[in-house]
């Protein structure tokens, strides 16, 4: 069975860092796209970043560059995301999601983890 | 930026019902777009990729059309299990971008 599993969200203050872990298991993770995905209280998906199989290239949400980064480690089938000078917007349910080896649609998900700025 | 605009925000249909979905682009995305399924407290599932593809497992009663800028997601008979909010995706160009979602209620 394919699985992605998060970790690391939590409440943290304005300004703050925090970063977000996802566990590929069931599948070849040094063979396919991955990404985090976004959802604000009550409110739609938003793409945050993607990473190529080898990490050799990067795609952010411009409103994101700069403040986070994705990684991953493809001997531990992890994905990362780095959020630094966190804001009350970056409040959100955060999803780990596979693409595909060759585009980038999304399946299977994780169960997400939540990230709660506030003061 | 594509930005993706759906339509209806809410369609409440009884059970047997059939629900048309509308995905508007702001420009071409050729081929590119993917329907999204999610249920209350869950995370999305893939239901279509490519316009008209159905992802692994998924009910033949879903069913993608369209090209271009317009595209249209259809599920033929309603069961209860599709109340649900669905949302188009595209990958035609980067950002990859997001509709705001259709809420598909089950009367």
Known sequence: ?119 | EIVLTQSPATLSLSPGGRATLSCRASQSVITYLAWYQQRPGQAPRLLIYDTSNRATGIPARFSGSGSGTDFTLTISSLEPEDSAVYYCQQRSNWPLTFGGGTKVEIK
Do not use: H
């Not at chain 1, 409103?63 to 630094?84: E, H, P, V």
């Open chain 1, 1 to 119: 069975e394919v699985r992605l599993v998060e970790s690391g969200g939590g409440l943290v203050q304005p300004g703050e860092s925090l970063r977000l872990s996802c566990e590929g298991s069931g599948f070849t993770f040094s063979s396919y796209w991955m990404a985090w995905v976004r959802q604000a209280p009550g409110k739609g998906l938003v793409w945050v970043a993607s990473i190529k199989q080898d990490g050799s290239d990067k795609y952010y949400l411009d409103s994101m560059k700069g403040r986070f980064t994705i990684s991953r480690d493809n001997a531990k089938s992890s994905l990362f995301l780095q959020m630094n000078s966190l804001t009350a917007d970056d409040t959100a349910v955060y999803y780990c999601a596979r693409g595909s080896p060759k585009t980038n649609w999304f399946d299977p998900w994780g169960q997400g983890t939540l990230v709660t700025v506030s003061s």
